[in-house]
């Protein structure tokens, strides 16, 4: 990749104002596609299906195979926008969204235009320091997903490669799209409050059921749209649009380059090209992708084959009724009940983690050994393997290590390797225990063996101890923890050495 030039990000905000707008894609967990019967693999029963297996005519764009609407994805898409506070349209309409892609067997994509099915919302969220923004929603639409393609070649990417295989699984899988307002004012907490916001989106469609909202595989992700302006100027700037970007963290990286790159073009006299980009996670920068198209080039249609959607007043009324509390508000219940300070909670809300550290605490742990096995560890291991924390291994398991901690069972340690065994697929932490023979050993007799066998062998440390430098006692200690395998709690051990030495310490 050419080596591209950056302002620093200070320099940037005292030149230009950033305008961002995000556009949140939300693969809907039905059993069926949106338009077809196929088995949707965005629902976790049909997850990683072979490819070109969960197909129907419809999906390939085949002769004379009519699309039908989804009724269970018309209710999750109301339910979606009721919750982003949005007015639900008392008619919209589908349309033909033209363009060609080989992923798109039909030549065009079936999605709404101007008679989307939720408009004008508002989503509270919060960033560091539990300052507030109100994002304004502009609409909220139903659409179909695309094929995939899969490029072969040494880049992987449709340059350079040899050759290209389609996968249809997920062409027809259903979708909401999110579209937001220009979000203006944010400065220096732009990229911030753009993570922020994708984790409000995660948290609510999770709440809702409605989606599996897991990033890394697309269920969820983000075209991130950023400009600037020059201080004092009307006019918005010219936009790039990144597409596609599937993890928080990353939403917030991209952003921040852009406004880095931008700056230092516009600074040098140059212009924005109008276009798309993709996100590299690897070097932290974006390239370009093709120019971005407006509206009147995919020359869209109202969708003949479909009639429009007129929802019943009275099931609005009943998805309204069923809405889970907003995220904001939950996540100051949360911070509340948990005794978090502001520093504890942010460290939760930055990782992600705030849903799965919920259910681990609903499962029987404490809230700070929930925090900390889920943003340490485990998010250690996961940044390790550069996947998703919360798909190595759930809630449920985790409170059981924490418990199992808490009991004496075993020490960090232990559990460290306890968990190990679980993100490998061993079992559940108390199998995993057993199989590996992990438990910290409590019989007094075995521990006492040991430290009369560390003390024999250490005389000069026995009468350091005796004569009260009760911190000699270390080395014994580490002696029996090598000699048990770890497997002895030291606490328990320092207390039988000095009992053993037969110091009042």
Wanted: aromatic residues 6%.
């Amino acid at each position: 990749m050419a080596h591209v030039e950056l302002m620093d990000f200070d320099d940037a905000l005292l030149r230009f104002e950033p305008v961002i707008g995000l556009e949140v894609h939300v693969e809907l967990n039905t059993e069926t596609k949106m338009f077809s019967p196929a088995p949707n693999p965005a629902n976790e029963r049909y997850h990683g299906a072979e490819p070109n297996t969960l197909v129907a005519p419809v999906d390939m764009g085949l002769p004379g195979a009519l699309p039908v609407v989804n009724a269970t994805a018309v209710r999750s898409s109301i339910a979606l926008g009721l919750a982003l506070g949005c007015s639900i349209a008392p008619s919209s309409r589908f349309a033909r969204k033209n363009y060609f892609y080989p992923d798109l067997g039909k030549n065009y994509q079936i999605s709404q235009y101007d008679e989307p099915i939720a408009f004008e919302g508002s989503v509270e969220v919060e960033i560091d320091g539990g300052r507030t923004f109100q994002i304004a929603i502009e609409r909220a639409h139903m659409e179909e997903d695309a094929g995939k393609l899969t490029h072969i070649g040494s880049t992987g990417r449709i340059h350079g490669a040899e050759y290209s295989l389609v996968d249809y699984n997920r062409a027809g899988v259903p979708l909401v799209e999110i579209v937001t307002k220009p979000i203006v004012g944010a400065e220096a907490d732009a990229p911030a409050l753009a993570r922020a916001y994708v984790a409000a989106i995660r948290d609510i469609v999770l709440a809702l059921g409605i989606s599996e909202a897991r990033m890394e595989r697309g269920n969820l992700r983000c075209d991130a749209n950023v400009s600037l302006r020059p201080r004092g100027q009307e006019q918005f700037g010219t936009r790039t649009e990144t597409k596609n970007v599937n993890s928080m963290r990353s939403v917030e990286r991209a952003i921040r380059y852009e406004i880095q790159r931008q700056a230092a073009i516009l600074a040098a006299g140059g212009t924005i090209t109008q276009e798309t980009r993709h996100w590299h996670e690897d070097t932290g920068k974006t390239s370009p992708g093709r120019p971005k198209s407006d509206a009147d080039d995919y020359r869209y249609f109202p969708e003949p084959d479909l009639l429009p959607v007129v929802p019943d007043p009275a099931v609005i009324e009943e998805l309204r009724a069923a809405l889970p509390e907003p995220p904001a508000a939950r996540r100051r219940r949360l911070k509340a009940e948990w005794g978090f300070t502001d520093l504890e909670f942010q460290d939760v809300a930055n990782s992600g983690l705030l849903n799965e550290l919920a259910e681990t605490v609903d499962a029987g742990a404490s809230p700070a050994a929930a925090r900390k096995w889920w943003t340490g560890e485990i998010a250690r291991v996961a940044n390790a393997q550069g996947t998703d924390a919360a798909g190595l291994v759930t809630p449920a398991h985790v409170a059981e290590l924490a418990v199992l901690v808490d009991e004496g069972t075993l020490t960090d340690r232990l559990a460290r390797q306890v968990l190990e065994g679980v993100i490998a697929g061993e079992g559940s932490p108390r199998e995993v225990v057993d199989a590996r023979g992990l438990a910290v050993v409590s019989d007094d007799g075995a521990l006492v063996a040991a430290i009369d066998e560390a003390l024999a062998a250490q005389p000069d440390v026995l009468a350091k101890i005796r004569d009260g430098k009760v911190q000699a006692a270390g080395a014994v200690i580490g002696a029996v923890m090598k000699a048990m395998q770890g497997k002895a709690d030291a606490a328990r051990v320092r207390e039988l050495v000095l009992e053993r030495a037969g110091s009042d310490a």
